[in-house]
């Protein structure tokens, strides 16, 4: 079964940035595309960003495009989700996902590996 431990979650003021790391194990991380899903106080589950395999592909959220970058190191068996120009409506509870499939994927169904999640929270 595979196993996710994000890290890296903290405070920070708005307009910072933070670097979350998600530390994989037991099972073939080369063969896992690996996403980033975010869940603020009373709001569901949402697709931030996802990456393929070997990480060439990558997609964002729309609010996300263009300050967060995803990235994803086969060698070390760790995904990344940098964050800069963080927003007060960025903090949630950021969560890395997993599935075994070659392609990018933003429905939470769709990834059958979770972690537990890291808390971001950002201040004004």
């Known amino acids: 079964q595979v196993q996710l431990v994000e890290s890296g979650g903290g405070s920070v003021q708005a307009g910072g940035s933070l670097r979350l790391s998600c530390a994989v194990s037991?099972?073939?991380?080369?063969?896992?595309?690996m996403g980033w899903f975010r869940e603020a106080p009373g709001k569901g589950r949402e697709f931030v960003a996802a990456?393929?395999?070997?990480?060439?592909?990558?997609v964002y959220a729309t609010s996300e495009k263009g300050r967060f970058t995803i990235s994803k190191d086969n060698a070390r068996q760790l995904v990344y989700l940098q964050m800069d120009a963080l927003k007060p409506e960025d903090a949630a509870v950021y969560y890395c996902?997993?599935?075994?499939?070659?392609?990018?994927?933003?429905?939470?169904?769709?990834?059958?590996?979770w972690g537990q999640g890291t808390e971001v929270t950002v201040s004004s």
């Open positions: 990456t393929t395999w070997d990480g060439a592909s990558r």
């Open positions: 037991r099972g073939r991380f080369s063969r896992l595309s």
């Open positions: 996902a997993a599935h075994s499939d070659p392609y990018t994927k933003r429905q939470v169904s769709e990834y059958p590996y």
